[in-house]
């Protein structure tokens, strides 16, 4: 990496810039708290710093309705988990509505500019509920995400891989807006969580402050099946394959995690942060610059700065992802030292 050399070149990018007189841009981005509105929260801060635009976000949004607006040019930044951008692309799940045309027209809009991994979806329960596992769901209530959205999407899935139980016939699927989660979980209107977490959180930590909890891996022969290891592979997924003695120190004194073995299993959701394929490809490569050159500060920020890939631009990208890097952000990652696949680039 040259963070140095791009930090020194900085300056006078900025300076000689005629973008640099006050660029105004909007950005979604979900509640705080997590990598997802950290991300979007520093390039504001940075690009404010520096002169380069005032981004006004919003946060507590709901990110499919956040990337469908920069698809329709009415937002100009917003996150997003990547299998959003794929059904949107197919018109299908919370994209129904537009159709395979239509969302596929708008999804070619998108470009990605900086990556994260949003969380490492795990069953957790308080121990007070008596919850045995993954075995003991049946004709729960589980909270699985806001109302919807990709974290909801990947939730029923991973319920009904594992557990072989749908929403709605096997189990009784509660949501809430990402602000309201805490609230909704500590106050015990839920048997068990099905939830991607970072390790560790704001939220794992609020929670286990309010009773014993236990976090259980995925069944290694459910984590190996054919059908799960092809939704790993999808896009917006990652393999989660950690030992357990890192997920528990990341979890907290008050958590119990249960596994077959040393090692904790499941899937992290990735995305990142996009932009209209139309946005100004100066503008992006200042802004995308900055917040390269600041990467360490940004990891400084939080507990889990170092364990969400924010250095790694090639994350969840390729395959049946659609998106493509923006021209601009392309070009900073490169000069920065990092390498963007090929089939990432808009070419």
């Avoid at 209107?189 to 402050?209: H, I, Q, W, Y």
């Avoid at 360490?296 to 493509?324: E, H, I, R, W």
């Amino acid at each position: 990496m040259k963070l140095t050399a791009l930090t020194a070149l900085l300056s006078g990018i900025l300076l000689s810039s005629p973008l640099m007189a006050q660029v105004n841009l909007t950005a979604e981005t979900a509640s705080p708290g997590g990598p997802t509105h950290l991300a979007p929260s520093h390039l504001v801060e940075i690009a404010g710093t520096k002169g380069i635009a005032n981004i006004q976000l919003a946060d507590g949004q709901t990110l499919t309705n956040s990337l469908q607006n920069v698809a329709e040019g009415k937002t100009d930044i917003a996150s997003t988990p990547h299998i959003l951008p794929f059904l949107m692309n197919r018109g299908v799940g919370p994209y129904g509505e537009l159709g395979a045309e239509k969302g596929a027209e708008l999804a070619s809009n998108l470009r990605s500019i900086y990556p994260y991994i949003l969380g490492n979806f795990m069953l957790f329960a308080y121990d007070a509920k008596g919850i045995t596992g993954w075995d003991g769901l049946e004709g729960k209530k589980i909270f699985n995400g806001p109302p919807r959205g990709g974290a909801l999407t990947n939730a029923r899935a991973m319920i009904q891989i594992t557990a072989g139980l749908k929403e709605g016939e096997g189990y009784e699927g509660v949501q809430s807006n990402w602000g309201q989660a805490t609230a909704t979980i500590s106050g015990g209107s839920v048997d068990a969580v099905v939830l991607p977490e970072v390790f560790p959180s704001g939220r794992t930590s609020t929670l286990g402050a309010s009773g014993k909890m236990t976090a259980w891996s995925m069944p290694k022969d459910v984590y190996d099946s054919e059908a799960m290891q092809k939704y790993i592979k999808a896009p917006g997924s990652a393999p989660l394959f950690l030992p357990v003695t890192d997920v528990k120190a990341g979890l907290g004194e008050a958590w119990t995690v249960v596994s077959e073995d040393d090692m904790f299993r499941g899937f992290s959701t990735v995305g990142g942060d996009v932009v209209h394929k139309d946005m100004n490809e100066e503008l992006v490569y200042t802004l995308v610059s900055a917040y390269i050159a600041s990467l360490n500060d940004l990891k400084a920020k939080a507990p889990f700065g170092n364990t969400v890939a924010y250095d790694n631009p090639g994350l969840g990208m390729c395959g049946a992802n659609p998106m493509k890097y923006h021209k601009g952000a392309t070009r900073a990652w490169e000069e920065a030292g990092f390498e963007i696949p090929d089939c990432a680039k808009d070419n």
